[in-house]
């Protein structure tokens, strides 16, 4: 199983690549929809992104703000789709 630094920098690294962003500007706490860097297309390609990276699918009622606000909310997700 990958440590969490790994999933971490995959998810830092995927948000970089599909917005062209800055990575000083992206840390594990950025509120990314909040902040602009990802919208509602870029929620779906994330969504996507976790399925082919961590084998990890999304449920319709786990499309919450709570699970993809930050890195950190996003590792927590997977490792609770991993357990």
Do not use: C, H, P, W
């Not at 830092?12 to 690549?17: D, F, P, S, T, V």
């Amino acid at each position: 199983m990958l440590k969490e630094t790994e999933i971490k920098s995959k998810i830092r690294g995927y948000i970089i690549k599909a917005t062209f962003d800055d990575i000083k500007k992206i840390t594990d706490k950025t509120l990314i929809f909040e902040e602009g860097v990802l919208d509602s297309m870029g929620l779906l390609f994330l969504i996507e992104f976790l399925k082919e990276e961590f084998n990890v699918t999304t449920n319709d009622d786990e499309l919450v703000v709570k699970n993809f606000e930050s890195i950190n909310n996003i590792f927590e997700f997977i490792k609770s789709k991993l357990k």
